[in-house]
T-cell receptor, first 114, second 112 residues
Framework: DTEVTQTPKHLVMGMTNKKSLKCEQH?????MYWYKQKAKKPPELMFVYSYEKLSINESVPSRFSPECPNSSLLNLHLHALQPEDSALYLCASSHPGGVADTQYFGPGTRLTVL | KQEVTQIPAALSVPEGENLVLNCSFT??????LQWFRQDPGKGLTSLLLIQSSQREQTSGRLNASLDKSSGRSTLYIAASQPGDSATYLCAVTPDSNYQLIWGAGTKLIIKP
């Protein structure tokens, strides 16, 4: 199984809502990532978890809160977002620092903030 | 600071042609380089990964080369098909901390 799954596929939320994005992988990878991608731009790294511990936070606003409950699951909790946060949110996983460390990406969640 | 550039930004060719996409990077101290494909509004699919000690990787009609000393990689697509139409991104890992530095991508259109 070389698949990373993300739910939901699409999400529309108001600026006062609280919602969560979910990412799951069953490849035994111990590094998981959240990226944000705006249209016609490359992905921007937001967070990296390594062995279920947050190892990198790229100065992301606190309205984005990541969580890694176990080695297969990664969540991104959203609260009080702004319209400029509308983007494609991508999750990825890999072996941390191994030789075969290709990052496997999920299909993404298309987020629209009204 | 590592920077990755992809040229051209867009490319349109007739079906059946062989083509080359280019990726250049400013710092040759890389751990690996990856080529990805992204269809509109979709996630990314890893196509090829080249470790810093390798010169090329092949998968089907795709061949990626790496020249660290000159800071260049190419993605060669043989006998292009309309299904190859997508945006192709290259990304380098500057060291073993698995942070990818991305190029802006090349949007490829294969005309039937």
């Amino acid at each position: 199984d070389t698949e990373v799954t993300q739910t939901p596929k699409h999400l529309v939320m108001g600026m006062t809502n609280k919602k969560s994005l979910k990412c799951e992988q069953h490849m035994g990878h111990r590094a998981m990532y959240w990226y944000k991608q705006k249209a016609k731009k490359p992905p921007e790294l937001m967070f990296v978890y390594s062995y279920e511990k947050l190892s990198i936070n790229e100065s992301v606003p606190s309205r984005f809160s990541p969580e890694c409950p176990n080695s297969s699951l990664l969540n991104l909790h959203l609260h009080a977002l702004q319209p400029e946060d509308s983007a494609l949110y991508l999750c990825a996983s890999s072996h941390p620092g191994g030789v075969a460390d290709t990052q496997y990406f999920g299909p993404g969640t298309r987020l629209t903030v009204l | 600071k590592q920077e990755v550039t992809q040229i051209p930004a867009a490319l349109s060719v007739p079906e059946g042609e062989n083509l080359v996409l280019n990726c250049s990077f400013t710092d040759s101290a890389i751990y690996n380089l990856q080529w990805f494909r992204q269809d509109p509004g979709k996630g990314l699919t890893s196509l090829l990964l080249i470790q810093s000690s390798q010169r090329e990787q092949t998968s089907g009609r795709l061949n990626a080369s790496l020249d660290k000393s000159s800071g260049r990689s190419t993605l060669y697509i043989a006998a292009s098909q309309p299904g190859d139409s997508a945006t192709y991104l290259c990304a380098v890992t500057p060291d073993s901390n698995y942070q990818l530095i991305w190029g802006a991508g090349t949007k490829l259109i294969i005309k039937p």
